[in-house]
């Protein structure tokens, strides 16, 4: 029963070795993104992005948005007095 156990654990974490791992262009989406996860080091992965429906990133000097559009489930996004120039990663 425990061989069951751990080979249902390492077949998990073989699959995420093979996911996509993400990277955020602005490191303060990247630390918020960061705190929703409570992974303050680790790799963020696609799947770890699934539960966040929000995003509040006002008034924090946002700049770059590339890697916000790996955010499949996001419904709420607010960049209120961002430095952002160009939306077109939004795009989709």
Known sequence: KEEMVYGLVAE?????KNENKIQF????IEDLIRDILEKPSEEILESD???????????????????VEKLEN????DLWKAEI??????KG
């Open 74 to 77: 996001l419904q709420k996004l």
């Open 85 to 90: 120039s160009d939306i077109e990663i939004l």
């Open 49 to 67: 992005l699934e539960g966040i429906d929000v995003l509040l990133a006002g008034n924090q000097g946002v700049k770059r948005l590339e890697g």
């Open 12 to 16: 998990e974490q073989s699959v995420k």
């Open 25 to 28: 262009a602005d490191t303060v």
